[in-house]
């Protein structure tokens, strides 16, 4: 499913690149400024420094003048407007909306905007864009009433300001999860894990390093080595803790041989 980000009229180069580096984390690149404040604001110092990286997605970038021109090819779009309109498409979460929109649930609400004439009518999977207004004024009504739904983030009651870049990294957030979303990263490669061979050597040198320190009877050694062997298999060692192990057994027997 094609997914644009339209930013119109941003006046602060650092949110462009904000934006771009809140995209990217959750791998969406179609980023589209409308009349930004710099024209060269894709190439401005701030701007590739609040990146922080993502700089294919400012290369890939574009500038267009008009709304008409960078939402061209989107069918479903999504504006974000923190202040319910009276008149104009229905105020949702983009979780309760995301979710209905997969569901294709919004029936004929997704074969035309309000006011959206200029928009290509074709199924919603084709292309959805999010728009997000400039910094100090959000949306125009005139172009929250072209849009299928106007996406309101839940915040705090007695405080609900977020800065453009928050907000866009919430929005592509829970884009992503209704799409699937990323598996969660390892911190770790998952380790090696010590073969059967491995185990059954520690284990005989414990036994040996128990039976020393007198904590096993070898005459009455009951179902202890068993347990041990299970233990350890619960545990599924790595070589190197294996090699731990051991050098425990060998201290073990250190401290349990006789004096001279």
């Known amino acids: 499913m094609r997914t644009r980000f339209i930013l119109i009229h941003t006046s602060h180069a650092g949110n462009v690149g904000a934006a771009a580096r809140a995209m990217k984390t959750m791998g969406f690149d179609d980023l589209v400024l409308v009349a930004p ?3 060269n604001v894709l190439r401005r110092e701030e701007t590739i420094q609040r990146a922080s990286g993502a700089l294919d997605v400012l290369h890939n970038a574009r500038i267009v003048e008009t709304l008409d021109e960078a939402l061209d090819g989107m069918t479903h779009l999504c504006a974000t407007a923190m202040t319910p309109r009276d008149f104009g498409p229905p105020t949702r979460s983009p979780r309760g909306h995301f979710d209905l929109l997969l569901k294709g649930e919004l029936g004929a609400q997704n074969q035309q905007a309000p006011g959206g ?3 290509q009518r074709t199924a919603p999977e084709a292309g959805v864009a ?6 100090r004024f ?15 983030i839940p915040t705090n009651p007695g405080f ?3 800065n453009l870049g928050a907000a866009i990294q919430v929005v592509a957030y829970e884009w992503r999860q209704a799409l699937g979303g990323f598996a969660v990263q ?4 998952t380790p090696d894990r010590a073969d059967a061979a491995q185990v059954a050597g520690m284990l005989g040198h414990w036994e040996q390093a128990l039976t020393a320190i007198g904590f096993l009877d070898p005459a009455a050694p009951k179902k202890l080595m068993p347990r041990l062997n ?12 294996i ?14 041989a006789p004096k001279r």
């Open 230 to 241: 299970q233990l350890f298999n619960r545990a599924q060692l790595t070589p190197e803790e």
């Open 37 to 39: 404040r710099w024209p």
């Open 138 to 152: 959000g949306m125009a009504n005139e172009d929250v009433y072209r849009c299928h739904v106007a996406l309101s």
């Open 160 to 162: 609900g300001s977020l």
């Open 243 to 256: 090699h731990i192990l051991r050098g425990v057994a060998k201290a073990m027997l250190q401290a349990g």
């Open 130 to 135: 999010f728009l997000f207004g400039s910094e």
């Open 117 to 119: 004439d200029s928009v």
């Open 186 to 189: 390892d911190a770790l490669p």
